[in-house]
């Protein structure tokens, strides 16, 4: 398994300082496993791969009793124009084609108001190819971020509600391998707190099928 290439947020900001039924058994979900994140499945079975501040959480869910939590700390460093933060997630990949078209819907909600421009959850998609290098996709080539995402919760977004999130459509390029679908937050924004969004009853899917 390829590692989640967070480079696709953070390169680009670190420079310009910048009630439905429940998802959990896949009936709704496409190809992802546990899109409900209530059964908490094993990595090693196709279950969801964690990185920096995230984890299964039961302070809210928009069905069952579960979500997953991403979070952040970004903090100023003195006596330079510049934030330190991070970017944390969860993600499954699965094998892929060129040419074949996918789409990542999802919901999120955050329980308190976003602080700083730079803070902001999203759901993304991206392919790569056997070698683990990121192609992007099709509708973002040439684009100053490769991956395919959805609209931002960001400090502009209603408290404590659910938002529905949705990709578009993501093409495979050339190459394409796998396709990595992500849930993702990402903090640069200097507010010296903790803060994060919470994700639920996701689904990906191959639109050719």
């Not at 509708?139 to 995402?149: D, L, R, V």
Request: glycine share 12%.
């Amino acid at each position: 398994m390829k590692n989640p290439n967070i480079v696709l947020f953070c390169a680009f900001l670190i420079v310009s300082l910048v009630g439905a039924p429940s998802a959990a058994l896949g009936e709704n979900s496409g190809q992802l496993q546990d899109a409900g994140f209530e059964l908490q499945t094993a990595t090693e079975q196709g279950g969801w791969r964690l990185f920096e501040i995230s984890l299964f959480s039961k302070n809210h869910a928009r069905s069952g009793s579960q979500s997953m939590f991403n979070g952040g700390f970004s903090r100023t460093v003195p006596f330079q124009a510049t934030f330190v933060g991070n970017a944390s997630g969860a993600f499954q990949e699965f094998p892929a084609m060129a040419g074949s078209r996918w789409r990542l819907t999802g919901y999120a909600l955050t329980p308190a108001a976003l602080e700083g421009t730079t803070a902001f959850g999203v759901l993304q998609v991206s392919f790569f190819d056997a070698n683990g290098n990121d192609l992007g996709t099709v509708e973002t080539a040439g684009g100053t971020t490769k991956a395919k995402t959805s609209s931002q919760v960001d400090r502009r977004s209603p408290v404590d509600e659910w938002i529905s999130l949705d990709t578009g459509v993501a093409t495979a390029p050339e190459g394409t391998a796998t396709i990595q679908a992500f849930t993702l937050f990402v903090d640069f924004s200097g507010s010296d707190r903790t803060q994060g969004v919470y994700f639920d009853d996701l689904s990906l899917r191959e639109l050719n099928r």
